[in-house]
Every structure is written in C-alpha cells, then in structure tokens.
C-alpha cells in the first residue's frame, strides 16, 4: 500500500482489535496509536466526529466504525475476507453486528456490584451466544473452513471471556460445543494473539479492581 495506516485506539478497546486482527491476517503493516480516552489529546477531537475509537487514518483521511474499517481494510488488501455470495456476507454483516451489542456485556458484568447482578448480565449474555451457536457452522470457523471478517469481529469477546475465566474462575462456553471450539481455535491464531498489547490480562486486572465489583472479589 502507498497510503500509511495507522490506527488510534486505547489499550483496552475491543473494536480496534477487529481491524488489527484483519491487518494481522494479511501481513499488512500499519501503526497503532494508543491514548488516554479520558484524556484525549487535542488533535483527537479533530478526527474523530464521535469522540470515540477506533479511527484509522489512511494517509490525511480518516475512517471510523470498527465494523467500516474492517471492511475497507478487507476491500484494500488481499485476500477477501467476506464471503461472495450476498445472502451469506449480508448476513455475516447482521451477525458482527449482533456480535458488537454483545460486547456491552463485558462492562456490565465488570461493574456488576452483587452475584445477583453478575448472573443477570451473564444470562444475557450466554442467551445470545446460545443463539449464534445454532447459526455457526460447527467449522474451524463462523463460515466453515475459511477465516473471515466475522471471526476476526468475534474474537475479542471470546478473548475478554478466557480472560475472566482465568483471572476469576467463572465459565462461560461450558453449555455451548461449537463456540468453545471455535474459540479455542481463533485465540490461538497468532493474528488474534498479537492483536493486543502483552498487558492485557493485568490492565484487565486492574479495571476489575478499579470497580470494585462482584467479578473482583472472585479475582482477588
């Protein structure tokens, strides 16, 4: 590519995640930009109309929606990562949507302050991942036997997922075969590995204390 790429985001943002792992995939070299989103610089005010990451700049212009940057990504470099035919990509498009609303369930579990209140959000969340497990193919992956953009939009929910696992001992794929394998099978794919900062796990660590909620009296 002739345009420089560089993608501004924060640490712990797991849409910015989706379009590294695509950049990842296609060995395409670009620059990551992380910044303080309680504190942003001046400048971020300036390229991004919502306030919010992640923004990719290509050369003086700017894109923002993780979903529209995965897909100009994808459109820029080969190969293609969307399925040709329309019924099967506009419907990969509803699901990666389904999966960004799903992502709002890290945070309510996170801030959960009661067992109660944990359980409720964790329900929510299982009742919609019970609903993409009859969806997905039972494949390595969402489609079958070919990585593609959905997979890299789900990985940083399942990765956020293994994280509370470990850092707190609560399951969440027990009742669900196709998604565990199908996690199993992205997080360990180096393009998803080195989509986020070696820290994770302990920034994650650090948030759940921040909160001080029922997921970190399980963690600590």
Not at 8 to 22: D, G, M, N, T, Y
Not at 41 to 61: A, I, M
Not at 171 to 197: G, N, Q
Request: charged letters at 25%.
């Amino acid at each position: 590519m002739s345009e420089k790429l560089e993608i501004i985001s924060f640490k712990l943002c797991p849409f910015v995640q989706r379009a590294v792992i695509v950049l990842n995939f296609k060995n395409v070299a670009f620059d990551v930009t992380y910044i303080d989103l309680s504190n942003p610089p001046e400048w971020f005010n300036t390229v991004s109309p919502l306030g919010k990451v992640p923004v990719l700049k290509v050369g003086d212009e700017v894109l923002f929606e993780s979903s529209v940057i995965q897909e100009y990504l994808d459109e820029i470099t080969p190969p293609c990562l969307m399925p040709s035919d329309p019924l099967v990509k506009a419907k990969n498009r509803a699901w990666i949507a389904f999966g960004g609303e799903m992502m709002m369930f890290v945070p309510q579990m996170m801030q959960a302050k009661t067992e109660d209140a944990f359980e409720e959000a964790k329900a929510g969340l299982i009742d919609k991942l019970s609903r993409l497990e009859v969806v997905h193919s039972a494949g390595t992956y969402f489609n079958g036997d070919d990585f593609a953009l959905i997979d890299a939009a789900y990985a940083p929910l399942l990765m956020r997922l293994e994280i509370f696992e470990k850092l707190c001992g609560v399951t969440f794929l027990d009742s669900l075969p196709k998604i565990k394998r199908w996690a199993d099978t992205l997080l360990a794919m180096p393009c998803v590995k080195e989509s986020v900062v070696d820290e994770l796990p302990q920034l994650y660590a650090g948030a759940l204390q921040k909160t001080d909620g029922y997921l970190a009296s399980l963690a600590f």
